[in-house]
């Protein structure tokens, strides 16, 4: 698989139609969605039906007239979501760029993720509302020989909960701060490779959330619990935050907290090694805190692992054909592109 992406030709895997550009009402629509970037433009790909989506399941609940917090709150992130995207839109059409449009730009593809990956959580459902949790259940105990999510209870401890709930629940930070320290240190080719991957991964990581929809263990498997997960003030935050707003979630496989977190140390270890050391502690217990905390099961962690690998080998062919691309389309250099 990864020989096939290193020497895959991306223009015969992603043909580009040529014939379009002969319609002038085709060309001009092109030439606006290559001002995009490739992350740009792929989140404008999710924004449109997660926003159809959201709006669906609030007119849902609200012809009962009990419309969930965390479904109005959807609806208030799609307003916020396509707010920045109107930024990066015209912000793209400007000649002249000032340093603080310029980033605004590098780092808004990045706040429209977080908004999707939320409110795909709640509305997985609405979408496909299968569910391969038994079989990942039996497939971790076919590897193992127990159960990993119940076998853990024995290791519970408040503190550890508590440290292990610090490493979860700040896990988009991780990644953003590393493309905080490479923009800033002026790595701005390491920062755009590395956003852009980080970016690509969590958008395969939602198509996959729909194919394959899981609910994961601490709902799955709530009856077998024997244990409470006491822990202090960060454990009760993220209670409140992901066992209360995203209690109808299906997003588990693959596991983007773990997909992320190689990912960025990946690109940490190549391009901000100081870095690496530093989170690298904090990435081992995010990993270990998926199954601790009941957030995932095993072979989530072996998917996302799977997926984070894939995307940092296919993330470079897929920008240099998106570049391509719009330089035949735009009829000059595309500006900021890898």
């Known amino acids: 698989m990864l020989n096939w992406i290193k020497t895959a030709d991306w223009k015969k895997v992603f043909p580009y139609p ?52 965390y479904i109005s709150g959807g609806v208030w992130r799609i307003a916020a979501a396509i ?36 409110n795909l959580h709640d509305t997985i459902a609405f979408v496909n509302s299968g569910n391969i949790a038994p079989f990942l259940i039996k497939l971790d105990k076919l590897i193992f020989g127990v159960n990993p999510v119940l076998w853990a209870e024995k290791f519970y401890n408040p503190i550890l909960t508590e440290i292990f709930s610090f490493c979860y629940l700040n896990f988009f930070w991780y990644s953003f701060t590393l493309g905080l320290l490479l923009y800033f240190g002026k790595n701005y080719n390491e920062f755009r490779t ?21 609910i994961p263990p601490r709902i799955m498997l709530k009856p077998y619990f024997t244990k409470h997960l006491d822990g202090a003030f960060i454990t ?69 692992f799977a997926l984070a690998i894939i995307v940092f080998f296919a993330a470079p062919k897929i920008t240099r054909q998106w570049q391509k691309w719009r330089d035949s389309v735009i009829s000059k250099p595309a500006d900021n592109m890898l």
């Open 18 to 69: 040529d014939y379009l550009l002969k319609y002038e009402a085709m060309k001009r629509y092109l030439k606006n969605i290559f001002r995009l970037r490739l992350e740009e433009a792929t989140a404008l790909v999710f924004l449109v039906p997660s926003a159809l989506v959201t709006f669906f399941a609030y007119a849902v609940f609200a012809s009962s007239e009990r419309v969930p917090r």
């Open 236 to 304: 009760k935050l993220s209670d409140r935050i992901v066992n209360v707003s995203f209690a109808t979630s299906r997003a588990a496989f693959p596991s983007l907290h773990c997909g992320n977190t190689l990912l960025t140390l990946i690109y940490a270890f190549k391009y901000k090694r100081p870095y690496f050391y530093i989170f690298l502690p904090i990435g081992i217990g995010l990993i270990l805190g998926t199954v601790y905390l009941r957030h995932h099961y095993v072979v989530d962690i072996f998917a996302g």
């Open 194 to 214: 590395a956003m852009i991957g980080i970016v690509l991964l969590f958008y395969a990581g939602y198509f996959l959330y729909i194919i394959f929809p899981t």
């Open 83 to 118: 707010a920045f995207f109107v930024i990066i839109y015209f912000s793209a059409r400007l000649k002249h760029k000032s340093k603080i449009i310029l980033f605004i730009r590098e780092v808004l593809p990045f706040v429209l993720v977080i908004a999707v990956y939320t």
